[in-house]
C-alpha cells in the first residue's frame, strides 16, 4: 500500500523564493498534519486538516506560511517569500478517522534557503 | 511546560543491554500514547501502542504509569539496528504532541 507521498524530497532555492510543498495522504485517512523539524526547535506542528478543512493552524509562524488542501488525496504548504530561518525538514502526516489516531509520516522534504 | 517531555540522551549502551526511556506527560486527562522511532534523516515511523496494562513486541515493552503520568519503552537485548532516536507520543486535549526525542546509541 502506498504511504504518504511527499514532493519535492529535497529543495534548495534562494531567500526570496516561493516554495511550494506538496503532499499525497494514505488513501481514506481523513486527517493530514504538516509538521516542520529542526535540532533546535525539534518536531513542530504547523497546522492540520480533518476532512479537508483547516482546524487548527496556531502553529503557522507567520503570514508567508499557507496551507491548503482542495481535495481529500492532496495538500499544499507555500512558503512566500522564503527565509533562511525556513530551512527544515518538513513532514506531512495522515492519519484514519479520529484525530488520537496514530499517525504515518512521509518521507518529508529536506528544505534550504540560501 | 511542555505537554510532553523527554531526556534527550543520547543513552549509550553496548549490545545485548537492556535500556529504558521515561516520558512524562503535564495533561492527567490524556489517552493515547504511542512510541515512534526515527532514524537519521528519516521520517518517524510508529513503533508501537501504549496500552493502560502495559504491552510487550517483542524485544520491545511499553507501559503506562498514570499516578506518575509517564509511560515508558523498554529494549531488551538491544541489537546495533535499534540506534536511533525514540520519540513518545501523548495527547493534549483533541490533539497528539510529540515529545523531542531520545537518542539511543547502540556500540558493538
Known amino acids: 500500500d502506498a504511504g504518504v507521498i511527499q514532493s519535492p524530497r529535497h529543495e534548495v532555492t534562494e531567500m526570496g523564493q516561493e516554495v511550494t510543498l506538496r503532499c499525497k495522504p494514505i488513501s481514506g485517512h481523513n486527517s493530514l498534519f504538516w509538521y516542520r523539524q529542526t535540532m533546535m526547535r525539534g518536531l513542530e506542528l504547523l497546522i492540520y486538516?480533518?476532512?479537508?478543512?483547516?482546524?487548527?493552524d496556531s502553529g503557522m509562524p507567520e503570514d508567508r506560511f499557507s496551507a491548503k488542501m482542495p481535495n481529500a488525496s492532496f495538500s499544499t504548504l507555500k512558503i512566500q517569500p522564503s527565509e533562511p530561518r525556513d530551512s527544515a525538514v518538513y513532514f506531512c502526516?495522515?492519519?484514519?478517522?479520529?484525530?488520537?489516531?496514530?499517525?504515518?509520516f512521509g518521507d518529508g522534504t529536506r528544505l534550504s534557503i540560501l | 511546560r511542555k505537554e510532553v517531555e523527554q531526556d534527550p540522551g543520547p543513552f549509550n549502551v553496548p549490545e545485548g543491554a537492556t535500556v529504558a526511556f521515561n516520558c512524562t506527560y503535564s495533561?492527567?486527562?490524556?489517552?493515547?500514547f504511542f512510541w515512534y522511532r526515527q532514524d537519521c534523516r528519516k521520517e518517524p515511523k510508529l513503533l508501537m501502542s501504549v496500552y493502560s496494562s502495559g504491552n510487550e513486541d517483542g524485544r520491545f515493552t511499553a507501559q503506562l504509569n498514570r499516578a506518575s503520568q509517564y509511560i515508558s519503552l523498554l529494549i531488551r537485548d538491544s541489537k546495533l539496528s535499534d540506534s536511533a532516536t525514540y520519540l513518545c507520543v501523548g495527547n493534549a486535549g483533541n490533539m497528539l504532541t510529540f515529545g523531542g526525542g531520545t537518542r539511543l546509541m547502540v556500540k558493538p
Open positions: 502526516a495522515s492519519s484514519p478517522t479520529g484525530l488520537l489516531q496514530p499517525q504515518h
Open positions: 486538516f480533518n476532512n479537508n478543512v483547516p482546524i487548527d
Open positions: 495533561n492527567s486527562a490524556s489517552q493515547s
